[in-house]
């Protein structure tokens, strides 16, 4: 089988997420971040189809063995993928499941009673990201506040910090849904946000073509609603 390049940047992004990848037989592949603060499913639909399942220890070592072939060959056994063009060929092993992090079945998760929806774009994501390393901010805020929604890049801990805020969307509640910055290693597209005040977020692409996105988010605990 051949690993697309949308396939390699999923990959890619997972690899900020979580150094470890499990993978299992079918169409999707899941990460969890390793303090749990986030889990990610990318759904390929019919563009992918993993026949076998197998522990990946280093997942950037792996996306580097494919970089050494030009669209190259990917066979998955039961213990080790083969990756190969021709007769070059990288037997890449398989590790142990109990040395890595294996991510909760999302599934399963049962998402709490929704507090606020809104649609987010990766314009207005990646200016809020890009203004919170310029400022120093280590947070990136969902507020609600007359009448509108602005996304926020700030620093709780210090009233003082500076601050940057943008407008994205009206509302007709006043909130403060906090994400630590390092949290929102989301892949660039666009997406509709559903938060709940029980501390969890879901980001859900919309984009049309490739993978289906689906980031849970942990929602830091000094967010605050008002019902």
């Known amino acids: 089988m051949k690993l ?13 997420i979580n150094p470890t990848l499990l993978i299992i037989p079918g169409n999707k592949i899941t990460t969890m971040a390793p303090s749990e603060s986030v889990l990610v499913t990318a759904d390929f639909g019919g563009e992918l189809d993993i026949p076998s399942r197998g522990a990946i220890f280093d997942l950037n070592r792996f996306i580097a063995t494919l970089s050494l072939f ?20 990288v037997k890449y092993t398989f590790a142990a499941e109990n ?14 009673e929704i507090s606020v929806e809104l649609n987010l774009t990766w314009d207005e994501l990646t200016a809020a990201l890009r203004a919170s390393a310029i400022l120093g901010s280590p947070e990136i805020a ?3 506040r007359d009448g509108e929604i602005f996304i926020v890049a700030q620093d709780s801990a210090n009233p003082s ?7 994205i969307g009206v509302t007709d509640k006043e909130f403060t849904f906090i994400f630590k910055k390092d949290n929102l290693k989301l892949l660039n597209l666009d997406y509709a946000v559903k938060i ?3 501390g969890i977020a879901d980001f859900v692409s919309t984009n049309t073509e490739g993978p289906k996105m689906q980031y849970y988010v942990a929602v830091e605990a000094n967010s605050s609603i008002t019902e």
Do not use: C, H
């Open 161 to 167: 910090a500076d601050t940057y805020e943008s407008p």
């Open 196 to 198: 709940t005040s029980k």
């Open 142 to 144: 969902i507020r609600g």
């Open 99 to 112: 040395m890595i992090i294996v991510p909760k079945d999302a599934s399963k998760l049962k998402f709490p």
């Open 70 to 89: 030009e669209d190259p060959d990917v066979d998955f056994t039961d213990t080790y993928v083969n990756v190969s063009k021709g007769k070059k060929a």
């Open 4 to 16: 697309s390049e949308t396939t390699i940047t999923v990959l890619k992004n997972f690899a900020q």
